[in-house]
């Protein structure tokens, strides 16, 4: 067997010389990448063995024998790391002996460097799913001095597969003098800003040159601009995280959640403590059993960072797991906004603090609401706006109400006329335009003239259909449905008709008029909508092309249908759960009211030779009616619609010439359950079968 990949014996030995007399402090990591083997040759991982100082570990995959030959880097009493053969990259976490929170970390390829980190642990500090892009913070504690790293990653897939951008801030302290800063990663580049000794240090990895110079400052702080492959990209801090813009168009954003600079409730430890009641009280202890906070308390809440809410007599205030106060007990309100930031209260204004006590934003608000990343809503004299936790104001308040924004877009009010604005508070539509704007997907907005007409407009507010419609609504996410003089039709979402107006009915999966199932298998079908018109039922796609439904003939329903005699001359075939009740002359399915029915009459001829001469006599002028087929016997046809209390009830009316005397069938839904009812209804008119009398 070959060995695929070894570790660099040179590279582990000036590594191992780096970390002194003190190897319990050091990091190795240690990774393995395989080459392709010879044809028929197994690539397996056999036996990884590191050993640091007393500490030995050996790793075995499951089932595979162990090679007797190893390559062997060794220095005595540092580390031991022997590699036999390797199927993939591994790296290896191992924890030093005596209870430290030191990790060991072997790291190494073919031709790389091998690396040492002074890290003293890491772990996950939160992951949640936004949008669909799965993000993640970490902390990393140093040994010497006191420092983070908080970083933020984002995975999610584009066109062009799996995509990754992340956003770091740094903070380090020590023997070997400070260092802030700033690193950001997308599409393969990496882009820093460092500070050290008061001056700023600016690099990118992989850049060839690297050019500091102004750049627009729209959105905040230019911290790097460079020129690459004919483009020019900035780097800038803004008060809600970073932004990385190129003059191509694209752009990228990440929001710091952070309170500051430093994220200071990461800098310390918190003691082990607990909250504990006596008397109905409540306090704060060391698992040790030591108070530090009194039980004089009406709620005591631990925070991250070793911080400690507490609640007196209605008031709030803020300490420490150490027993320090941090504010007095005075705060009306006081939650968390955010790592190291609350929203406080204080004599009926609202305002924010950090978790030192420090006022970051001033006591001057009717109210603040923190919208999850570092911006608040703000209410002052009556107005809304939107104001960073550093104070940038971002949007003025100078709105009366502002709703959520969705993919940088909000509805916005000036007095009761809504109108649409962008992140800036720049109006895209202006107020009084309509009376109500409805969001619609990514697309954009329903709207409402004061005509009470419905339109469309885009996100940028421009007029994709004029309001001009009596009726609108979305049925998928770019094709709507609109509705004129009781005509519906279809259109785009761009305006383009879908559709002529020309059904009597039109609806879709989203009107309440179906199960779950049945709209899932029309839209496995491409179905945005059913339609009902004159003597037609039938489906439409999302491009308007009519589709009629298939529906069993009469040969393979009366062979899976029982029958049932209605009265001389007319038979049902019915399957279990069809119920027939000749008192009430109606068939109904069991236990769902208002789902597919049939009544019958028989009327006097008066002599008619046919259905047609009947009806021309018999039924009143003006009616559309329509030629039909009732078991192979001509019949006439029309249909109707009628208000019932609080529905709307479809009604199919047949009349056919029967044993010398008129039969009068009316097969009926109720409008809000037509999806499922309307087949059911031709159904049944397939079933019915004309049998001569006694």
């Given at each position: ?397 100078a709105f009366d109400l502002i709703h959520p924004f969705e ?76 509705q004129n003089n009781g005509r519906f039709g279809l259109l ?142 001509p019949a006439i046809a029309r249909i109707e619609r009628e ?52």
């Amino acid at each position: 067997m070959r060995i695929k990949s070894i570790l660099c014996g040179a590279m582990l030995f000036a590594a191992l010389l780096s970390a002194g007399a003190q190897p319990d402090v050091r990091i190795y990591e240690l990774a393995y990448q395989v080459q392709p083997g010879s044809y028929g040759e197994e690539e397996r991982l056999s036996e990884v063995q590191v050993r640091v100082g007393s500490l030995e570990k050996s790793y075995t995959p499951e089932g595979v024998e162990l090679e007797k030959e190893a390559h062997l880097f060794q220095k005595a009493g540092a580390a031991v790391a022997a590699l036999q053969e390797a199927v993939a990259r591994l790296p290896y976490w191992i924890a030093v002996p005596e209870g430290k929170d030191t990790l060991y970390r072997a790291f190494g390829t073919d031709g790389a460097e091998f690396e040492v980190r002074d890290e003293l642990g890491r772990c996950v500090e939160r992951v949640w799913l936004s949008g669909g892009v799965l993000q993640e913070q970490e902390r990393i504690i140093y040994p010497q001095g006191s420092g983070v790293e908080w970083a933020s990653r984002e995975s999610y897939f584009t066109a062009s597969g799996l995509q990754e951008r992340s956003l770091r801030f740094y903070s380090r302290s020590g023997a070997g003098g400070g260092l802030t800063g700033w690193w950001a990663a997308w599409g393969g580049q990496a882009y820093y800003e460092l500070r050290e000794g008061g001056a700023l240090r600016y690099a990118v990895r992989g850049a060839q040159e690297l050019k500091k110079g102004r750049w627009r400052e729209e959105r905040g702080q230019l911290l790097l601009s460079l020129e690459e492959q004919e483009r020019q990209l900035g780097l800038y801090r803004a008060d809600w995280g970073m932004v990385l813009s190129d003059t191509a168009g694209q752009r990228q954003e990440w929001v710091r959640p952070g309170p500051g600079e430093l994220p200071q409730a990461w800098l310390e430890k918190p003691a082990a403590a607990e909250v504990f009641v006596e008397n109905g009280r409540y306090g704060l202890r060391l698992l040790t059993g030591t108070p530090v906070w009194e039980a004089v308390y009406d709620e005591v809440k631990l925070l991250p960072g070793g911080l400690v809410l507490l609640q007196q007599d209605g008031l709030w205030g803020l300490g420490t797991v150490n027993g320090e106060a941090v504010t007095p007990v005075y705060f009306e309100a006081l939650s968390e906004a955010g790592p190291g930031c609350f929203l406080a209260k204080r004599k009926g204004q609202a305002g924010l603090i950090d978790g030192q006590g420090h006022e970051r934003l001033p006591f001057v608000y009717e109210r603040l609401i923190w919208r999850g990343d570092t911006t608040f809503w703000m209410f002052r004299e009556g107005e809304m706006g939107l104001i960073g936790q550093s104070g940038a104001i971002l949007i003025p308040a100078a709105f009366d109400l502002i709703h959520p924004f969705e993919q940088g877009r909000a509805v916005a009010y000036e007095g009761e006329r809504p109108g649409l604005i962008d992140e800036s508070g720049n109006w895209l539509s202006r107020p009084g335009a309509y009376t109500l704007l409805e969001r619609h997907g990514r697309s954009g907005y329903l709207v409402k003239s004061k005509d009470g007409l419905w339109g469309y407009i885009s996100t940028d507010g421009v007029v994709r259909i004029p309001p001009v419609y009596m009726h609108l609504r979305p049925l998928s996410a770019d094709v709507l449905a609109v509705q004129n003089n009781g005509r519906f039709g279809l259109l785009s979402v761009h305006g383009q008709e879908l559709a002529p107006l020309k059904y009597r009915l039109l609806k879709g999966c989203g009107d309440y008029t179906a199960t779950g199932g049945l709209c899932a298998a029309l839209r496995r079908q491409g179905v945005v909508a059913q339609y009902i018109n004159d003597e037609q039922f039938g489906y439409l796609d999302g491009f308007g092309r009519a589709f009629a439904p298939t529906l069993p003939g009469a040969a393979e329903l009366a062979a899976d249908f029982q029958s049932v005699e209605a009265l001389p001359g007319l038979v049902f075939y019915h399957r279990e759960g069809w119920v027939h009740e000749p008192g009430i002359q109606r068939l109904y399915k069991r236990g769902d009211y208002g789902q597919p029915r049939v009544q019958y009459e028989l009327l006097p001829s008066d002599g008619a030779e046919d259905v047609a001469a009947w009806a021309a006599s018999h039924l009143e002028p003006g009616i559309d009616l329509a030629a039909a087929m009732l078991d192979g016997q001509p019949a006439i046809a029309r249909i109707e619609r009628e208000r019932v209390q609080y529905y709307d009830f479809f009604r199919r009316h047949l009349y056919v010439m029967h044993g010398g005397k008129v039969l009068h069938l009316v097969f009926s839904c109720k409008d809000a359950n037509f999806l499922e009812s309307i087949p059911g209804l031709y159904e049944l008119e397939q079933l019915v079968r004309l049998e001569k009398g006694p």
